[in-house]
Nanobody, 125 residues
Framework: QVILAESGGGSVQAGGSLRLSCAFA????????MGWFRQAPGKERESVARINTVDGNTYYSDPVKGRFAVSLDNAKHTMYLQMSRLNPADTGMYYCAADTRDCWMISPPGSFGYWGQGTQITVSS
């Protein structure tokens, strides 16, 4: 069984920072790509960032480039999303996801095989 659990969400003022964590478990789970997605009310879920677990390559959506950073700590079985210069458009439910395929093979981007329950982020102006 694969378990992904997000934490670190909350409310923050525009310009602030937050760090999300995604703890993963599942001894036999060969995860090769992990990612962060978000969904704002009334909008479709969108990809935010992805990281290839083998070579560490990272990918970001245009709205978050230069502000968000995804990282992986395999020893702690945790993926992080460091978010800075937050703005109200970043408000939404944030989900972590994992897949056994390399990041470049996952299409559409939302077709990851395993998902967490999500954590809410609210950015006020």
């Amino acid at each position: 069984q694969v378990i992904l659990a997000e934490s670190g969400g909350g409310s923050v003022q525009a310009g602030g920072s937050l760090r999300l964590s995604c703890a993963f478990a599942g001894a036999a789970f060969n995860r090769r790509c992990m990612g962060w997605f978000r969904q704002a009310p009334g909008k479709e879920r969108e990809s935010v960032a992805r990281i290839n677990t083998v070579d560490g390559n990272t990918y970001y959506s245009d709205p978050v480039k230069g502000r968000f950073a995804v990282s992986l700590d395999n020893a702690k079985h945790t993926m992080y999303l460091q978010m800075s210069r937050l703005n109200p458009a970043d408000t939404g439910m944030y989900y972590c996801a994992a897949d056994t395929r390399d990041c470049w093979m996952i299409s559409p981007p939302g077709s990851f095989g395993y998902w967490g329950q999500g954590t809410q982020i609210t950015v006020s102006s």
